[in-house]
């Protein structure tokens, strides 16, 4: 099946600084996805970005399909940004495969 | 709020026991996905429904089992639970351009 790496694994940031986190995918894809999982479990969807650049206020996503990677942008970081980010493909039968996710601590 | 309504949102129980984790999707959207998510394991498809089919099957054991009813809320139900079972399981529902929405999960502790 598809594989999806993502990288840092592990971030620790001051307030107010920027990072990129990656995801690259061994196959093309339908669609990728990426999600943020907050310290009580839950799993916000982020952005819906088979391709592309989206913007969603400091966050930004941008996915190049032909090259198999996406990248995750999160501008002036805030404590509540901590948590898990999940990249997440879809080869076409609409269920999720997830990266093992990238876990973020902003530190006030 | 998604929109993604699982219930309960904890569940305690002892091995060898049977449990049944219920979802209601959005409205409108007809697909219902279940996902495991554990230390070991990560973020794993289970099985999705359709409209009341069964549409797609992953790592899905065969101690457990899913249905979709007409209102097209959904079970997931779990059964001879061991040690290993215990996770957090999610229910997600989609729109039709496939962008998935989580419930909150409910988190299994076999005991």
């Known amino acids: 099946g598809i594989q999806v790496e993502q990288s840092p694994p592990d971030l620790i940031l001051q307030e107010g600084a920027n990072s990129t986190l990656r995801c690259n995918f061994s196959?093309?894809?339908?669609?990728l996805q990426w999600f943020h999982q907050n310290p009580w479990g839950q799993l916000i969807n982020l952005f819906y970005i088979p391709s592309g650049t989206k913007q969603n206020g400091r966050l930004s996503a941008t996915t190049v399909a032909t090259e198999r990677y996406s990248l995750l942008y999160i501008s002036s970081s805030q404590t509540t940004d901590s948590g898990v980010y999940f990249c997440a493909v879809d080869t076409g039968r609409r269920a999720l495969t997830f990266g093992s996710g990238t876990r973020l601590q902003v530190q006030p | 709020d998604s929109g993604v309504t699982q219930t309960p949102k904890h569940l305690i129980t002892a091995t060898g026991q049977r449990v049944t984790l219920r979802c209601s999707p959005r409205s409108g959207d007809l697909s219902v996905y279940w996902y495991q998510q554990s230390l070991d394991q990560g973020l794993q498809f289970l099985i999705q429904y359709y409209n009341g089919e069964e549409r797609a099957k992953g790592n899905i054991l065969e101690r457990f089992s899913a249905q979709q009813f007409p209102d097209l809320h959904s079970e997931l139900n779990l059964s001879s639970l061991e040690l290993g079972d215990s996770a957090l399981y999610f229910c997600a529902s989609s729109t039709g351009q496939g962008k998935a929405f989580f419930g909150q999960g409910t988190r299994l502790t076999v005991v």
């Open positions: 196959d093309s894809v339908n669609n």
